[in-house]
């Protein structure tokens, strides 16, 4: 009968690893692979900011533009629309920085969001740090707060306006001349209705028409 000799454990070792490192490799970069195919959280838009809109986005593109028209002289002396306008605008520039459905923006169009932002943050008392889904949320109550005839309190809690209940409502009251914020969504109105016109949506990869294509919450 034939007989093999056997192998050494060293050599067996040696033959073992070509095969065992991809393996080991692969379990690795598996989880990275996922999380890079993961998308990233969509930004929620309360839906008494976009009130009975079939087409959420577009609406919130729209009333933006109007709100901060004319350097948002329309604002004055109206705080809970003010909260509700600094609230939209959150959700624009955060909706077309971070998701690819919006990538056919051109990147200035992104530059242009966040100056808005900060203007906005800045004349109405709202903490630099918030992040985008604090900040949307802790305006849309507050709006609803001040038109409740509140205001005090929980509806504006010192992380996010350092100022205090009274003061943050006089600075939405009279938020200012927003020059940034009207030249910023003037353009975004004007850019997506050019898109619209010339069939300009998705032809970026992930970039898709935006009808229906936004997260909004109750």
């Not at 909260?83 to 242009?112: C, K, N």
């Not at 205090?164 to 938020?175: D, H, S, V, Y």
């Amino acid at each position: 009968m034939r007989r093999f000799a056997a192998v050494p454990p060293p050599l067996r070792l040696s033959l073992c690893l070509p095969l065992c490192l991809p393996l080991a490799l692969a379990a690795l970069l598996l989880p990275a692979c996922a999380e890079l195919r993961t998308p990233p959280p969509r930004t929620e838009l309360p839906l008494d900011l976009v009130p009975a809109a079939q087409d959420p986005f577009r609406s919130a593109v729209r009333l933006a533009a109007r709100d901060f028209a004319d350097q948002a002289a329309g604002l004055n002396g109206r705080p809970a629309e003010t909260a509700r306008a600094a609230a939209r605008l959150e959700f624009l520039a955060q909706a077309i920085a971070t998701d690819p459905r919006y990538s056919d923006f051109p990147p200035g169009m992104v530059m242009a969001l966040r100056g808005a932002v900060a203007e906005v943050r800045q004349a109405i008392g709202l903490s630099e740090t918030a992040l985008p889904d604090q900040a949307i949320g802790a305006l849309a109550a507050a709006a609803r707060a001040i038109e409740a005839g509140g205001g005090s309190g929980g509806a504006f809690p010192e992380t996010l306006f350092p100022a205090g209940p009274e003061r943050t409502r006089q600075r939405l009251a009279e938020p200012g001349p927003l020059p940034e914020a009207a030249i910023a969504t003037g353009r975004l109105e004007e850019a997506v209705a050019a898109m619209d016109r010339e069939g300009g949506w998705g032809r970026r990869p992930g970039g898709l028409s935006p009808l229906g294509a936004m997260s909004t919450s109750p």
